[in-house]
């Protein structure tokens, strides 16, 4: 029985990694009502859980074997999100720009450390023991989207290929114009993989103007005649 377990969430492991691999899940797709209905759920199946346990209905056994299988759910799909977004940094080349600051990259980085210590302690790796199913998979679950966090930048990475804006790559012949937003900020608009016109703004200090409008203007050059036969095949389409 005990082997039957291990495979079992192993699958559920490998399943999940996958997903989050494929990224079938992205940041940008969440909002405050998928947010909200995504918690409702949690709270639904975490009341069902307790009230059938309670009842009778739910063993303790059952009940920790499905709690592991959840906790591996997500350390699965994690570790595949982080593993992705780990390999589309390093695809999209060196950093040119960001606009970095304490609240921005010290403390999102501190959270995931903090993140990844607690999931250790969680496991008991600290102390050597004793391993449980349930504090094994929970602290994979933790260790894995504090990974996840260090591998994601709160603001836009202008980097030699395209712009990271989060868990999205957007290259750099699909960046089609930018203005100042004002005088602090800059809104940068950029074709979507549907061929959709949307944009992003982010914060540029004063002193790092005259250095992205030259990184901007040299990058739309680079890629104008690209950008020009996308436009044309979009428009061609419609």
Same mark, same amino acid.
């Given at each position: ?15 999940t990694?996958?997903? *989050? ?6 940041? #940008? ?7 909200? %209905? *995504? ?11 307790t ?5 009778g %209905? ?6 920790a074997?499905?709690t592991?299988?959840?906790y /591996?759910?997500?350390? !699965?799909?994690?570790? !595949? ?5 780990f390999i589309?940094r ?6 040119? %720009? ?5 609240? /921005? ?7 995931s450390i ?11 790796? +600290? ?5 449980? !199913?349930i !504090?094994? /998979? ?6 894995? +989207? ?7 930048? =709160? =603001?836009?990475?202008?980097? #030699? ?5 989060? @868990?999205? #790559? =957007? ?5 089609v114009a930018?203005?100042w937003? @004002?005088? #602090?900020?800059?809104?940068? @608009?950029?074709? /979507? ?11 540029v ?11 901007l *203007? ?12 996308k436009?044309?095949?979009?428009n061609?389409?419609?």
């Amino acid at each position: 029985m005990y082997l039957l377990v291990v495979l079992l969430l192993a699958v559920v492991f490998l399943v999940t990694f996958w997903m *989050g691999y494929q990224r079938l899940l992205r940041l #940008q797709h969440l909002n405050q009502q998928r947010l909200l %209905y *995504g918690l409702l759920a949690a709270m639904i199946l975490l009341t069902l859980m307790t009230a059938a346990h309670r009842l009778g %209905y739910f063993p303790q056994k059952i009940a920790a074997n499905v709690t592991m299988g959840l906790y /591996t759910a997500v350390a !699965g799909f994690f570790f !595949g999100y982080a593993l992705k977004q780990f390999i589309l940094r390093r695809q999209s080349g060196a950093m040119e %720009y960001a606009h970095r600051s304490f609240w /921005t990259e010290a403390i999102p980085n501190l959270i995931s450390i903090l993140l990844i210590a607690f999931g250790l302690y969680r496991m008991h790796l +600290f102390t050597l023991g004793p391993f449980t !199913g349930i !504090g094994l /998979t929970s602290g994979l679950s933790l260790l894995a +989207f504090g990974i996840m966090g260090l591998t994601i930048r =709160v =603001v836009p990475e202008f980097r #030699q290929k395209g712009i990271l804006i989060l @868990d999205q #790559q =957007v290259p750099w012949q699909e960046v089609v114009a930018y203005r100042w937003y @004002d005088e #602090q900020a800059i809104q940068i @608009d950029y074709l /979507t993989p549907k061929g959709n016109l949307t944009d992003f703004v982010t914060a540029v200090p004063e002193e790092d103007h005259l250095f992205i409008e030259r990184l901007l *203007g040299k990058k739309l050059k680079e890629h104008e005649e690209e950008r020009k036969e996308k436009l044309a095949k979009i428009n061609k389409a419609s």
